[in-house]
C-alpha cells in the first residue's frame, strides 16, 4: 500500500510539475497579487478514469475546506470537455454536519483494506484528508471502483463505505454561498 501511495504521489507532483511553475515574491517584499483568497482544501475527492481514456488534465471532483466552503468541478473528468477548455468550477458548500461526518468517516475508512481487485485499468477513485498539522492526513484509493472480482466480504464493505461518502459528500455540494 505504501508503495501504491508512493506512486501516486509521483504522479500527481509530476503533472503538477508540468502544468506550471511558481516563484516565491521575496521575503523582503510584499507579494505583487495581494493575499491568497482560499485556504488549502481540507478534504478533495478526485476519480481517475479508466485506463483507455486519454484524459490527462486531471482535476478533483470536490475540493472542501475546513469551514464548508466548497469547490465542485462539474466537468473535471468528461471526456468530451477539449483539454484546452478549463473545466466549468462552481463554488459553494457542504453543510457543517455532513462534513463533520464525512471527516469521521475518512479516518475511520483509513484503516480499512480497500483490496485490490483482478480486473486492471478500471480507474480509481481517491479521497484525501489534508488536515493542519499534516501528521494526521488519510490517503485512500480505491482502485477499480466498480469491481468486486477478488475481494473478500470485508474488502467489499469498505469499498461500499468508501463509495457511500464519495457520493454523499457530492451530493450535499449546494452551489451557492
Known amino acids: 500500500m505504501r508503495r501504491t501511495k508512493a506512486a501516486l504521489l509521483v504522479a ?4 503538477a510539475i508540468s502544468t506550471g511553475t511558481a516563484a516565491a515574491d521575496p521575503p523582503d517584499q510584499p507579494a505583487a497579487h495581494g493575499p491568497v483568497s482560499a485556504p488549502l482544501a481540507l478534504l478533495t475527492l478526485t476519480t481517475i478514469p479508466n485506463g483507455w481514456q486519454t484524459r490527462i488534465d486531471l482535476r478533483p471532483q470536490l475540493e472542501v475546506s475546513g469551514d464548508g466552503r466548497a469547490v465542485k468541478t462539474l466537468d473535471a473528468v468528461a471526456a468530451e470537455r477539449n483539454p484546452d477548455t478549463p473545466p466549468q468550477k462552481v463554488n459553494g458548500h457542504i453543510p457543517p454536519e455532513l ?6 468517516e475518512t479516518k475511520a475508512l483509513a484503516d480499512l483494506d480497500f483490496g485490490m481487485p483482478t480486473i486492471t485499468d478500471q480507474g480509481s477513485q481517491i479521497i484525501d484528508l489534508m488536515p493542519q498539522p499534516p501528521e494526521a492526513d488519510a490517503h485512500l ?6 469491481s468486486t472480482e477478488g475481494l473478500s466480504p470485508d474488502q467489499q464493505s469498505a469499498r461500499k463505505r468508501f463509495a457511500d461518502l464519495y457520493r454523499k459528500l457530492l451530493d450535499a455540494f449546494t452551489p451557492g454561498g
Open 141 to 146: 484509493i480505491v482502485y477499480a471502483p466498480g
Open 99 to 104: 462534513l463533520a461526518a464525512a471527516l469521521a
Open 12 to 15: 500527481m507532483l509530476t503533472l
